[in-house]
T-cell receptor, first 115, second 114 residues
Framework: DAGITQSPRHKVTETGTPVTLRCHQT?????MYWYRQDPGHGLRLIHY???????DKGEVSDGYSVSRSKTEDFLLTLESATSSQTSVYFC??????????????FGDGTRLSIL | AQSVSQHNHHVILSEAASLELGCNYSYGGTVNLFWYVQYPGQHLQLLLKYFSGDPLVKGIKGFEAEFIKSKFSFNLRKPSVQWSDTAEYFC????????????FGAGTRLFVKA
């Protein structure tokens, strides 16, 4: 398995609090992604990164921000969590997106509950 | 915009039955296609992928998929399922335009009865 570590694995927090999820990779892959997984929706892309300090929005980016100060770390922040952001969050990495036949490798996920 | 449609949200089969999961996509250009599997409590893993060549692609654990360009389809098949195939299966499409975004289908939950 690819070396991807997500932390925390589980988190329960209250509405209005800030939350940061971390994705750490040891593969030196250039591309990193944050998805959320919800029943009936599959995986939806929140944000992605194509290099250090290079990020862009996905299809469900509202309410989320990201940062990538090092190749190995990609942080997802919910500035003020809402109940609609209760979900399972997956980080993924890939070697290349220009050669878009490269598959993505996924972390184990973070289960986030916002009460 | 690209979209991916998986026709069956839930499938229940008995062991040794044959499996076919449908996947259709909307993008008209050249595409790269993937099937991922997510076993209970685990992360997504790649089952197989297609990007060129033989439209019949073989993956791990006896799975295969056939790309039919004229039907915009990439259906997943397995001749004889096992209880251990119980999982959720996701079809994904990435258009070969140099873009970074892979679009996932909503997933199909497969339950195999022993």
């Amino acid at each position: 398995d690819a070396g991807i570590t997500q932390s925390p694995r589980h988190k329960v927090t209250e509405t209005g609090t800030p939350v940061t999820l971390r994705c750490h990779q040891t593969e030196n892959h250039r591309y990193m992604y944050w998805y959320r997984q919800d029943p009936g929706h599959g995986l939806r892309l929140i944000h992605y990164s194509y290099g250090v300090k290079d990020t862009d929005k996905g299809e469900v980016s509202d309410g989320y921000s990201v940062s990538r100060s090092k190749t190995e770390d990609f942080l997802l922040t919910l500035e003020s969590a809402t109940s609609s952001q209760t979900s399972v969050y997956f980080c993924a990495i890939s070697e290349s997106a220009r050669d878009s036949n490269q598959p993505q490798h996924f972390g184990d996920g973070t289960r986030l509950s916002i009460l | 915009a690209q979209s991916v449609s998986q026709h069956n949200h839930h499938v229940i089969l008995s062991e040794a039955a044959s499996l076919e999961l449908g996947c259709n996509y909307s993008y008209g250009g050249t595409v790269n296609l993937f099937w991922y599997v997510q076993y209970p409590g685990q992360h997504l893993q790649l089952l197989l992928k297609y990007f060129s060549g033989d439209p019949l692609v073989k993956g791990i654990k006896g799975f295969e998929a056939e790309f039919i360009k004229s039907k915009f389809s990439f259906n997943l098949r397995k001749p004889s399922v096992q209880w251990s195939d119980t999982a959720e299966y996701f079809c994904a499409v990435n258009a070969n335009t140099g873009g970074f975004k892979t679009i996932f289908g909503a997933g199909t939950r497969l339950f195999v009865k022993a």
